[in-house]
């Protein structure tokens, strides 16, 4: 008999859960690890890991929120780091992007700076800018904005109080703006119109 | 009246609607009469924006797709 071949209910069931989220998943890891190939090594970690803990699950009716904690706790697994990691430099609190685009004026003959610098920023820099990030801030700030989880689902993906997830997003934003301008400045695209790629 | 410190510390708390009903009222109170804020306000949803931006590069490539559903397969014949 073929009974050992054949897929278990729980295995089909994890199969149907997961399937759909793969497109997610694997979005998710780019943005958390900045390239393909650790993207992919994440999701594949991170699947093996949902596929052992699924047997456990007591509520299987929001998988992307448990995909999304298993890839995340594998993520901080890889970086070894936490969610209560070392704290952020102090200086990313004084930081104001808008203020510094006034005051360096990078763009003379621009009537819209802000956007002209925002322009500057393609996806894939972006997901640059994301890596400068430290983890906890990067996940969350991923987690909210780009794939929009509300404070109170990161806080239970992070197992974690809402304020203090609200605190991750302030500090990241703040590490957010400095990591836009310290890119275009590290890359020289703030040269002039002319030079602009 | 709030300082433009505190005011643009807000910001993105009142862009998700994470703000009690007095720090609103104080921020908005600031908003009506500070053109700056109102800027770095509209600055913070430009931001946003582009966060949210879908991105090609986190697509799913098709021989990746192949292999990770390969994988979901597999998981169930391991002992």
Request: a neutral charge; hydrophobic letters at 40%.
């Amino acid at each position: 008999m073929a009974v050992t071949e054949a897929p278990s209910a729980a295995q089909t069931d994890f199969e149907q859960s997961v399937r759909p989220h793969l497109d997610y998943l694997y979005g998710l890891a780019v943005r958390l690890c900045g390239n393909p190939t650790a993207a992919e090594d994440l999701v594949q970690d991170a699947l093996v890991r949902a596929f052992r803990a699924f047997g456990g699950l007591r509520n299987r009716q929001h998988p992307r929120l448990w995909l999304t904690r298993v890839l995340t706790s594998a993520f901080y697994d890889r970086v070894r780091a936490g969610p209560d990691g070392p704290p952020a430099r102090s200086l990313d609190e004084e930081f104001d992007l808008f203020d510094t685009i006034v005051q360096e004026d990078p763009f003379p003959y621009s009537d819209r700076v802000h956007l002209d610098f925002l322009d500057l920023f393609d996806d894939a820099r972006v997901i640059e800018v994301f890596q400068g990030l430290i983890p906890r801030h990067r996940v969350a700030l991923i987690l909210a904005y780009v794939y929009r989880f509300t404070a109170a689902e990161i806080a239970e993906i992070a197992g974690r109080p809402v304020g203090t997830v609200l605190a991750w997003l302030h500090r990241g934003r703040k590490q957010m703006e400095r990591g836009l301008w310290e890119y275009a400045v590290s890359h020289r695209l703030l040269t002039g119109g002319t030079n602009r790629p | 009246m709030i300082s433009c410190k505190d005011a643009v510390a807000r910001l993105w708390m009142y862009l998700d609607r994470h703000l009690g009903r007095v720090q609103e009222q104080e921020l908005e109170e600031h908003l009506g009469v500070c053109r700056h804020c109102c800027g770095e306000l509209e600055f913070a949803r430009q931001i946003r924006a582009l966060l949210s931006r879908s991105s090609s590069s986190a697509a799913l490539p098709p021989h990746t797709r192949t292999r990770l559903e390969e994988l979901l397969k597999g998981l169930g014949e391991k002992p």
